[in-house]
């Protein structure tokens, strides 16, 4: 008996491979003194994640040097880690216009500019110990309950008490609160140079949180609150104003660092835009995502970009303008700042915390 494959083999043999115009994987060696960029570009002519770094290396640098309102995504813990300094080297060089971040990771942020004690440790501890002995941890992130933690929280309460003029008289957007938040920080800390949340105000750098309720600065604001210095947060002005800035800009850029939260929150303003506020609007032009979170479990952060697309929040499924990178953030992102650190001119600050009011009315007219 004979098996018949569907194609005659003479005439497979002739037929041309449909690999014959890709590139040629050739093995690269390392030589002494290599620049990141060298080295990403080198990572994306091998295979696996590291072509996926090359590609969002390169997407990241055509976001900046073609004029994108680039927004920075920030879940996770890395800013407790230490990694904030990437982020105000980025804010300083005009390269992060917009940011939504946990509200932990402000707070958590503050920590440096105050000097208060965070330390790198080993994450195989026996944690009945650890609490026995006033210390907490998040992973391989070593925090004192008392001298980090409450010191902190009396940092928040002394601000909200020095700067309630700012703070009351109505609803605020959580970038005004943090804008007043790091203006105050910049004035009084010994080291606001360390702390992104200074940075951002500094250079009108709107920054909300993806959450008004589930962090410890708001737990804060309960004991402020009950002391007769209220301040009332707005997640209306929050999805408004991160709205306005995504209808009002020219190309828009996404960059998100995990999941969860910040992501949906900054790509959730197309759809507020178009199936909300009934505006058309076609969402952002082009993102970039670092995580580990697999599709297959239907999670807000395993969402894929073609799967976001499906609900307005990007023009198209396009490889060339959505790269999705899988892998630890700490890992890439300190990869992808210096890449474009390196390679890119610096940009003036947009300053759109100056702008919000007028942003803001131009989408209530097209309403």
Known sequence: MTLHTGIDQPKKDLMKSLFKDAPDIVPEGLSRGLSVPELIEIMGRTCFEARHVRRSARLFKRMIEEGDTIWLGIAGAGIAGGMGGMVISL??????????????????????????PVKAIHPNFDDDVLRRHGDTRIYDIGIREKETLEAQDEIIRRFVKERHEKLRGGAIATWEFNYQLGLWVNETAP?????????????????????????????????????GLPVQLSAQKDILHSAAIAFTSGTTGFVELGGG????????????????????????????????????????????????????????????NLVQVWGEYSIIFPLLAAYVIDLCSPRPPRRICEQMADKTQQLERAV
């Open 191 to 227: 080291h606001p140079e360390r702390s992104f949340t200074a940075a951002a105000a500094r250079l009108g750098v709107p920054l909300f949180w993806d959450s008004l309720s589930n962090h410890s600065i708001a737990m804060n604001l309960v004991r402020t609150d009950a002391q």
């Open 91 to 116: 804010l300083e060089s005009g390269f992060i216009d917009v940011i939504c971040s946990t509200g932990a990771q402000v707070y958590h942020d503050l920590h440096f500019a105050f000097g208060l």
């Open 261 to 320: 939260g910040p992501k949906n929150f900054i790509q959730q303003t197309g759809p507020t835009i178009s199936q909300i506020l009934g505006v058309a609007f076609e969402g952002a032009d082009r993102g970039i995502q670092i995580g580990t979170a697999v599709e297959r479990e239907g999670s807000l952060s395993s969402c894929t970009f073609g799967e976001a697309v499906t609900w307005g929040k990007y023009h198209h499924a396009d490889q060339t």
